[in-house]
């Protein structure tokens, strides 16, 4: 089976990559544009660690250059392709919305195009739990309202899901949309809570909690996601239009105070805080249901905050990038 992974030097895509790798019957394939959007070293790192295995293969491609793509897709004849590949961060949309629309946007209409034209067996496409926006209904299920989006990332990846659709509508082309929330875990994105945190605790400098720390966040562990996603990669496709959206989610939602004081545990010390107002863009509360998936695909997380912390510090306390 001949895999593209997009985005695979990003942090969800190095873990999914590393997991495929195990089996030997599957060539993973990788592209990433290798942005600066956070500290290219801890991408590098990712890349030489999966490059040690000769059923991996890079290239460095940017999914909006539409010509790169295209030769990429035509010369190397994929079955399944997961793409990650995105300008990804709430915040950062705020200020730089071109970017989130040359990737998300025109990025994701070249993979719609290439997946149509070279007749890819199953698309799986990472959205976010963004798209539910202030729903006020928990837990968020996969048909709950997601017309209000309220940031530009969230917008980008809404319109991805329609995108799809009417894609898989016309041109039958399979597509899996997944809806990740919050994932964490070593090797993590350093514009992340988890990362920022212990940062500043193991540097003695002060967390910053915006809402005054009174968000709350479905955080969900990384070896979760990667056996989601694989479990999606090994299903077959039943519906009439090949549609589907899954919420990947623990179904566990703590407060970001609760996260915080698990790291400090860890760290073996008390943050400093700096209490900040509800920044733009941000929504309240994250708590997906995940029983679509569990009924589907029989899907269960098994990692609870206080074991996946304790694995994230110990990466960062051995790891400094
Ligand atoms: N981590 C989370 O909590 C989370 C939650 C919801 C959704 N997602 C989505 O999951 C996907 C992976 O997220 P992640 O946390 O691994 O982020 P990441 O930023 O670590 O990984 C994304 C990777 O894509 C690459 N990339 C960006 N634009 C590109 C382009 N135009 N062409 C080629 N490569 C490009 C980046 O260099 C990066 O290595 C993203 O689509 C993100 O929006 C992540």
Redesign the pocket.
């Known amino acids: 089976m001949r895999i593209l992974i997009?985005?695979?030097?990003?942090?969800?895509?190095?873990h999914l990559c590393e997991s495929l790798l195990n089996n030997k019957k599957i060539k993973v394939f990788g592209?990433?544009?290798?942005?600066d959007?956070?500290d290219i070293n801890l991408?590098k790192n990712r890349l030489s660690s999966l490059k040690t295995n000769k059923n991996f293969i890079f290239n460095r491609?940017?999914?909006?250059?539409e010509k790169k793509l295209k030769d990429n897709f035509s010369k190397n004849k994929y079955n399944i392709v997961v793409?990650?590949?995105?300008?990804?961060?709430v915040r950062y949309s705020i200020e730089k919305p071109e970017?989130y629309q040359?990737?998300?946007v025109n990025?994701f209409f070249n993979i719609l195009e290439n997946c149509k034209n070279f007749k890819i067996k199953h698309l799986i496409?990472?959205?976010?739990?963004?798209v539910y926006g202030n729903n006020k209904k928990f837990p968020l299920e996969e048909d709950f309202n997601t017309d209000k989006p309220l940031s530009f990332?969230a917008a980008t990846?809404k319109s991805n899901e329609v995108m799809a659709y009417a894609y898989s509508n016309i041109y039958k082309l399979p597509v899996t949309i997944l809806?990740?929330?919050?994932?964490?875990g070593p090797k993590?994105?350093p514009?992340?809570s988890l990362y920022k945190f212990t940062n500043a605790i193991i540097n003695n400098k002060p967390v910053k909690l915006f809402n005054n720390g009174n968000h709350i966040r479905d955080f969900?562990y990384i070896s979760d996601v990667i056996n989601a996603i694989e479990k999606v990669i090994f299903s077959k496709i039943e519906n009439k239009i090949p549609y589907q959206i899954y919420n990947v989610s623990s179904n566990n939602p703590k407060s970001l105070k609760k996260f915080l004081n698990e790291i400090e545990k860890n760290c073996n010390k008390i943050s400093k805080k700096v209490y900040l107002k509800l920044q733009k863009g941000d929504v309240h509360k994250t708590h997906g249901s995940n029983i679509l998936i569990s009924k589907k695909l029989g899907f269960k997380p098994s990692v609870n905050i206080e074991k996946g912390i304790f694995n994230f510090v110990k990466w960062f306390n051995n790891n400094k990038i």
């Not at 592209?31 to 942005?35: A, F, M, Q, R, T």
């Not at 491609?61 to 250059?65: G, K, R």
């Open positions: 997009t985005g695979c030097a990003g942090f969800i895509g190095y592209i990433d544009n290798l942005n959007y956070y991408k491609v940017d999914i909006s250059n793409n990650l590949a995105a300008q990804a961060g970017i040359k990737s998300n990025g496409h990472a959205s976010t739990s963004s990332y990846k809806r990740f929330f919050t994932v964490y993590g994105r514009d992340m969900t």
